[in-house]
């Protein structure tokens, strides 16, 4: 996995489900900070995922998140952020351990948690959040 730090720039992994072949699709993008907040002022759930790739309870949760956006689709973005690579963005937010997980809709935060998290309570807090 590359990083990219580059002043205000934030790395972040947006999944995206491919409808032909059903697979995930896993594309990195490099976003200004202004992008990504065109993303969490979407009316689409967005779980950002603040990482480290030393943390162990973060590999733990990889698996987790994945099934949860396999398990939702299109309802809902997750994007992946290295606090390491990208320490003003985990400041902006106040992270202070990982892995945190904040879910914004509409530009707000809607939830919050941090540690190790069960696949039913992080599918039920985003399934909160998706409009039908």
């Known amino acids: 996995m590359m990083y990219i ?3 205000s720039q934030v790395k972040v992994m947006h999944y ?23 993303i969490i002022n979407s009316d689409i759930p967005t779980l950002v ?17 994945d099934n949860v956006k396999s398990e939702l689709g299109s309802n809902v973005r997750i994007l992946k952020i290295d606090v390491d690579k ?4 985990s400041n902006r937010f106040k992270v202070r351990g990982v892995p945190t997980f904040i879910l ?7 939830w919050r948690e941090s540690g190790v998290i069960d696949k039913s309570t992080l599918l039920s807090q985003v399934q909160n959040h998706i409009t039908k």
């Open 16 to 38: 995206v489900t491919n409808i032909t072949s059903h697979l995930l699709i896993v594309l990195y993008l490099c976003i200004t900070m202004a992008s990504f907040q065109e």
């Open 104 to 110: 914004f809709k509409n530009g707000e935060v809607k």
């Open 86 to 89: 990208n320490p003003a963005s």
């Open 5 to 7: 730090s580059v002043f």
């Open 49 to 65: 995922d603040f990482h480290a790739t030393w943390c162990g309870p973060c590999k733990v949760m990889s698996p987790v998140v």
